[in-house]
């Protein structure tokens, strides 16, 4: 079946630095994988997709690559801030699994100033 | 729309009582989703539902758990003879029918049983 693996948490950062969160995959069709963040309190949003290989997802400053060679979907920002302190969440929706979202167990991220 | 809602927010049952959870998708979708969320972990699935037709279940998903979408808008989670292992976070998620779309989640409905 699907599955998501996620880096193990909590990832603690200094204001401004570089971030990547990694997440690889196993999928039985050709999956649409996504980010999603979790900020304290709050449900789940998506941050950012990609629907194909080599396809580049981007939302507020984050960036993951739809890597099918290593089915991998990292996620990076170039300068974390504080507000992005919070939970995040590889997820894949595949063909083979009826399209029903997988997550991963989610990273938690601490950002301090 | 306002997106999707969830109620009750937070349940405190005793063991061995009844819950039931509802969900109030994005009105156009068709597709509703339920996960349960536990501490440290990410949401896993449970069912879901194709307009009003309940279409997979979990095998997670024991006995005790049924949900319904009766008119394929709002959806109800109930819990029969609740245990202290159901406590977790319970999930509601909807997503338009075309296949590369993301799903929208609620805010929740935190379940301790005592």
Redesign the interface.
Known sequence: GDSVTQMEGPVTLSEEAFLTINCTYTATGYPSLFWYVQYPGEGLQLLLKATKADDKGSNKGFEATYRKETTSFHLEKGSVQVSDSAVYFCALSDPGGSYIPTFGRGTSLIVHP | DTG?SQDPRHKITKRGQNVTFRCDPISEHNRL?W?RQTL??????LT?FQNEAQ??KSRLLSDRFSAERPKGSFSTLEIQRTEQGDSAMY?C?SSPTS??T???????TRLTVV
């Open positions: 999707v989703y996960y440290g972990q990410g949401p896993e699935f879901y279409l997979e999930l998620a296949m590369n993301e799903a929208f989640f609620g805010q929740g």
